[in-house]
C-alpha cells in the first residue's frame, strides 16, 4: 500500500495561539518516511491528522482510495503512541489481540512477541513492564491487524540510550517492508530507519529528500542547523565559492567530519571556541566572524587557539535561507 497526503489543519490549545499545519507527504509501498524537526514543529500534529484525528482540509489517500471522510478505526493504519497506550487491566497478549476482533485479516499474538523478543511476558500487565517493554508489546499491538500503513509517533523518545538502540535496530527490521510514516526529533534514530525523509519546520516540509541528502546537502541553514551540519555565508568563507562552482546561493552547508583542521594553511582561519568531548571523538566548535562551526577531532587544539580549518571540496554544498518546499 502507498498513502498520499496533503493536509491543511489548524490547531489551538488552552492559552495558546493557533498553530497550522500545511504539509504533504508522499509515501511508496513498503517505504519508511521520517518526518524529522524539532519539537513544536507540528510533526505529531501531521501524523494525527493523516491517522483522521483532527479535521482537515486537503486529502489523505492510501493505495488510490480517498480517506478524507473515513473515521480513523476505518482507516486500516497501525498507530504507534509515544506514551504506548496500552490497556492497564489486559495481559500482554490481550492487549496485542485487542484489535484483531475487529479486522479480518490478523498475526498471531504468540508469534508478534515471540520476534520482538517478548514472548515471555505473554502473561504480564502494562504496569509491570519496562519502556522497552511497553513499546515492544505496543508495536506488536499495532502489527498484530495487519495494517496497510504504520504510523508511529516518536516510539523511542522516552527510552533510556541502550534501550533505544536496541529497539531501533528491531524497528528497522519490522519496517523494512512495510509503508510507515515515522516521526521523531531524533536525527540518529532517522538516519537508522529512514528510506525518505520530511524535514518539518513551523507546520510545513521544508526539505524531503534520502538520508544522504538532507543530511549532506541542506537545502537552507534551517535544515543543516536540524541536522547537525554546518551552513556559513560565502561571504565569511569566499575560498569556498570555487567549490560550488559559483552558485549564487548565499550559503554553503558542509558537515563537521568533511571540517580537517591539521596544517599551516587552509580555507579559513578560526578561533577555537569549545571542545566538546563525544563518543570516540571530540566535537570542536570554532568561532568565525561571530558565527560557530563544528568540526570533530581526535585530538583537538586547545581552548583560545587560532587555526586553519580546511574542508572537503566535495563536500560543500550550496543553500539559500527560506527555501520551503511547496
Known amino acids: 500500500m502507498d498513502l498520499r497526503a496533503d493536509v491543511s489543519a489548524t490547531f489551538t490549545a488552552d492559552g495558546a495561539d493557533a498553530f497550522t499545519v500545511h504539509a504533504g507527504v508522499d509515501v511508496d509501498a513498503g517505504e519508511t518516511l521520517v518526518i524529522l524537526g524539532p519539537s513544536g514543529s507540528g510533526k505529531t500534529l501531521l501524523l494525527e491528522t493523516i491517522a483522521g484525528f483532527h479535521d482537515h482540509d486537503g486529502f489523505v489517500e492510501s493505495d488510490g482510495r480517498r480517506l478524507d471522510t473515513v473515521p480513523p478505526e476505518d482507516r486500516d493504519f497501525g498507530f504507534v503512541f509515544q506514551d504506548y497506550a496500552l490497556f492497564p487491566h489486559l495481559s500482554v497478549t490481550e492487549n ?99 528510506d525518505r525523509i520530511a524535514v518539518m519546520r513551523d507546520g510545513q516540509v521544508v526539505q524531503t529528500g534520502t538520508p544522504e541528502t538532507v543530511f549532506e546537502r541542506p ?30 546561493d548565499e550559503y554553503v552547508a558542509f558537515r563537521p567530519e568533511a ?18 568531548r563525544e563518543d570516540a571523538t571530540n566535537r570542536v566548535v570554532l568561532s568565525l566572524d561571530g558565527r560557530t562551526v563544528d568540526a570533530f577531532a581526535d585530538d583537538p587544539p586547545a581552548v583560545g587557539a587560532d587555526v586553519w580549518v580546511s574542508v572537503d571540496p566535495g563536500r560543500v554544498h550550496p543553500c539559500s535561507p527560506g527555501t520551503t518546499e511547496e
Do not use: C, W
Request: net charge negative; aromatic share 4%.
Open 219 to 248: 537545502s537552507s541553514p534551517v535544515v543543516a542547523e536540524f541536522t547537525g551540519a554546518n551552513a556559513v555565508p560565502l561571504s565569511a568563507v569566499p575560498s569556498l565559492r570555487d567549490a560550488v562552482d559559483g552558485a549564487t
Open 259 to 276: 571540517v580537517r583542521l591539521d596544517g599551516a594553511s587552509g580555507d579559513f582561519e578560526a578561533t577555537v571556541e569549545r571542545v566538546v
Open 96 to 194: 496485542v489481540e485487542y484489535g484483531t476482533k475487529y479486522h479480518d485479516e490478523t498475526r498471531d499474538a504468540e508469534t508478534l512477541l515471540a520476534e520482538l523478543g517478548v514472548d515471555h511476558l505473554a502473561d504480564r500487565y502494562p504496569p509491570t513492564l519496562s519502556g522497552g517493554e511497553k513499546q515492544r508489546v505496543a508495536l506488536a499491538r499495532a502489527l498484530a491487524v495487519r495494517p496497510s500503513v504504520m504510523l508511529l509517533d516518536e516510539p523511542l523518545a522516552a527510552l533510556d540510550v541502550p534501550t533505544r538502540q536496541s529497539l531501533r535496530d528491531d524497528l528497522a527490521d519490522v519496517l523494512a517492508d512495510v509503508t510507515a510514516v515515522y516521526v521523531t526529533h531524533n536525527r540518529t534514530t532517522a538516519r537508522a530507519i529512514a
